[in-house]
Structures are given as structure tokens and as C-alpha cells.
């Protein structure tokens, strides 16, 4: 079975500051999908960047960059001038087509940007 | 477009008592998930189902919930009797089914309080 583990439950930063999220995932699959989620209190929860574990390419999307590390099963989130609407709860979550194809999160880090 | 569109938004219930949620998936989504989050953790996956073919249900405490998919579209997950320990957000989610890579769009859920 696949396990996620997210080992910052909680991070604290200032505005414009860069952020770094950490995940690391288990699994005996090659070919497979790893995501970043996003969810802002009481809102509902959006997809921030995917990759795929076939390409060795580090998926970029406007701020927000992954550092995925295939060997080390390492998948962390990056993003650069933090704004206030980016504090949330960050959920790292990996995705198999040929295993159960559900998606399976961690626990999530609690982001706040403060002013 | 719209998007998973989950009712009550928020319940309270004594313990005991039923309680049912609904979901309607994103139009043109055959893959529709059940997921609980309990308070502080990630979402875990209680049934997927494929049209309306329940193809994953092994989390699901069938002893006290139940699910349905009419039709392959609109979904009803109902829990009786409720327990303290089944308060939670009950989160919906769809996507398309034969190209599925992991990619979910969530419902706003519907936040369970059970006393």
C-alpha cells in the first residue's frame, strides 16, 4: 500500500517570503502521479501542480515549482512571493493507475502568510 | 462550468439519529469518490465508483453507511446510525474516468457534527 507522510504539520511565513513544503511517499510502483492540493479554510480543495513519475522534469506552474527526487521518493512544493490568499492547508497526494487509482493524501501542512 | 456541487453544506445531528449527503459530479465525469476528512487530517477514500458501479468500497463501514449512484451521476452517501466518531467532512470529488490520472475536482463538502 502506498503511505504519504507530510512532516511539517504546521508552517508559519511572512509575506513575499519563499515557502518549501516537504513530502515523501512509499511505493513499489514506477509509474505513477504525485500532486500538491490545496485547501483554503472552508473552501473547497483545488489542485496546485502535478507531476508525472515518468518524466524527470520538475513540473513548474506560474509561482509554484516541485523538486521531485524519484530515488529518494521525495516530492517537495516550492513557491516564491508568498501572498495572504495562499494561507491554506497543503496536501501532498500520489495517485496509481495500475494500483487502486484512488488518490492517497498525508496529513497536510497547515500554511499560514502572515501580513 | 459548474463544479461538485455537495449538499448540506453543514449538519448537526444527535447520535443515532440518520443523516444523508448528497453530491452532484462535474457533467461528463463517470468516476465519482466518497471521501471523509476528519478534523486536522487528510481526506480518506470511502467508495469510488466507475457509472454506477461501486469498484472500490473497501473503507467503507458498511455496517452503518451506505451509497448509491443512480443513473451514474448523482451519489447519496447516508450513515445510520450516526456515531460520535463519524463527525467529520464528508467530501465529494469526480473526474474523467478513462483518462484518470489522479486528477479530482472536489465538492465544498459538508461538514458533519454528530452529539
Known amino acids: 500500500a502506498q503511505t504519504v507522510t507530510q512532516s511539517q504539520p504546521e508552517m508559519s511565513v511572512q509575506e513575499a517570503e519563499t515557502v518549501t513544503l516537504s513530502c515523501t511517499y512509499d511505493?513499489?510502483?514506477?509509474?505513477?502521479?504525485l500532486f500538491w492540493y490545496k485547501q483554503p479554510p472552508s473552501r473547497q480543495m483545488i489542485l496546485v501542480i502535478r507531476q508525472e513519475a515518468y518524466k524527470q522534469q520538475n513540473a513548474t506552474e506560474n509561482r509554484f515549482s516541485v523538486n521531485f527526487q524519484k530515488a529518494a521518493k521525495s516530492f517537495s512544493l516550492k513557491f516564491s512571493d508568498s501572498q495572504l490568499g495562499d494561507t491554506a492547508m497543503y496536501f501532498c497526494a500520489f495517485f496509481s493507475q495500475g494500483g487502486s487509482e484512488k488518490l492517497v493524501f498525508g496529513k497536510g501542512t497547515k500554511l499560514t502568510v502572515n501580513p | 462550468e459548474a463544479g461538485v456541487v455537495q449538499s448540506p453544506r453543514y449538519k448537526i445531528i444527535e447520535k443515532k439519529q440518520p443523516v444523508a449527503f448528497w453530491c452532484n459530479p462535474i457533467?461528463?465525469?463517470?468516476?465519482l469518490y466518497w471521501y471523509r476528512q476528519n478534523l486536522g487530517q487528510g481526506p480518506e477514500l470511502l467508495i469510488r465508483?466507475?457509472?454506477?458501479?461501486?469498484?472500490?468500497d473497501s473503507q467503507l463501514p458498511k455496517d452503518r453507511f451506505s451509497a448509491e449512484r443512480l443513473k451514474g451521476v448523482d451519489s447519496t452517501l447516508k450513515i445510520q446510525p450516526a456515531e460520535l466518531g463519524d463527525s467529520a467532512v464528508y467530501l465529494c470529488?469526480?473526474?474523467?474516468?478513462?483518462?484518470?490520472?489522479?486528477?479530482?475536482?472536489f465538492g465544498e463538502g459538508s461538514r458533519l457534527t454528530v452529539l
Open positions: 465508483y466507475e457509472n454506477e458501479e461501486a469498484v472500490d
Open positions: 457533467s461528463g465525469h463517470n468516476t
Open positions: 511505493t513499489s510502483e514506477n509509474n505513477y502521479y
Open positions: 470529488a469526480s473526474s474523467f474516468g478513462p483518462t484518470n490520472t489522479g486528477e479530482l475536482f
